[in-house]
């Protein structure tokens, strides 16, 4: 899956957050409607899962809608 440049930031940001996670525990990802953000956490998810077999990470959103994609995007991440 090719990111787009501002993704790419973004992951990079998320992974560091990853590796601190001690310090704060909580991070919030927002964006408008089709930016890529629940593209960008299925490869998040991914990644850090391949660094950390034991990792667990909870992902929320706002709109049974939201979480009904993002469920699915998951779902379809773990397929690949």
Known sequence: MELSTDQ?????????????????QFLTLGGYAGTGKTTLISVYRKKIR??????????????????????GKLAEMETV
């Not at 790419?8 to 704060?24: F, I, Q, R, V």
């Not at 391949?50 to 929320?60: G, H, L, M, Q, S």
């Open 50 to 71: 391949e660094e950390n077999k034991k990792i667990r990470v909870a992902f929320a959103s706002f709109t049974g809608k939201a979480t009904r994609v993002l469920r």
């Open 8 to 24: 790419k930031k973004a992951l990079d940001t998320l992974m560091g957050w990853s590796k601190k996670m001690g310090e704060n």
